[in-house]
């Protein structure tokens, strides 16, 4: 079996209870597996370092790429950008686009590294991004200050041909958002 260096990385973020920006951390952990996927979730529980509310991420330590789900049945593994957001984000495509942009459908951190991005963009004459997840309503939410409104963005469940059953994933923006996809 493939032995894997799996780097967890803990983002800045508020502790849920106290609201104390908790500081990055992050641990490397060798383990075998199967795939890179398998060999993540054998290092979470393994780790020592507490998310306690932020996101984990999770890299090959050798090559630096971050480890990504096998794409779901009828989906590829893609990477989207947006004039606007500071990143480029991994995700999910069928190939399909709206207006001639790119339909991206996102895991939870990542999803959540997008609405973290949004809210941090300068305010506009109409003030200030925000943007939260509701766990209690598994919902990302987008306040758009120049509508007065929050967008919200729930799961989509998708098959997942690992066999390990459906899974959920996030179409911030889809269909909306000016997205491209980056070859």
């Given amino acids: 079996m493939p032995t894997y260096s799996v780097r967890l990385v803990c983002e800045a973020g508020p502790e849920p209870v106290t609201g104390e920006v908790l500081d990055r951390s992050e641990e490397t952990i ?10 993540k979730t054998r290092a979470t529980m393994q780790m020592t370092i507490r998310p306690m509310g932020r996101v984990l991420r999770a890299f090959d330590a050798e090559s630096g ?7 779901p ?14 990143g480029t984000y991994e995700g999910f495509t069928r190939g399909e686009t709206w207006n001639g942009f790119a339909v991206p459908y996102f895991p939870l951190a990542e999803a959540r590294r997008v609405a973290d991005d949004y809210a941090a963009q ?14 209690d309503r598994d919902l990302i939410r987008l306040y758009d200050p120049s509508s007065d409104e929050w967008d919200e963005y729930g799961p989509v469940e998708v098959d997942d041909e690992t066999g390990h059953g459906p ?5 911030v923006g889809a269909q909306y958002w000016t997205w491209e996809e980056i070859h």
Avoid: M, N, Q, S
């Fill in 30 to 39: 060798t383990v075998e597996a199967p795939t890179a996927w398998d060999a």
């Fill in 65 to 71: 790429h971050e480890i990504a789900p096998p794409a």
């Fill in 73 to 86: 049945a009828g989906f590829r593994p893609g990477r989207f950008c947006i004039d606007g957001l500071p």
């Fill in 122 to 135: 300068p305010a506009g004459l109409d003030g200030l991004t925000e943007a939260e997840y509701k766990a």
């Fill in 167 to 171: 899974r959920a994933l996030y179409p």
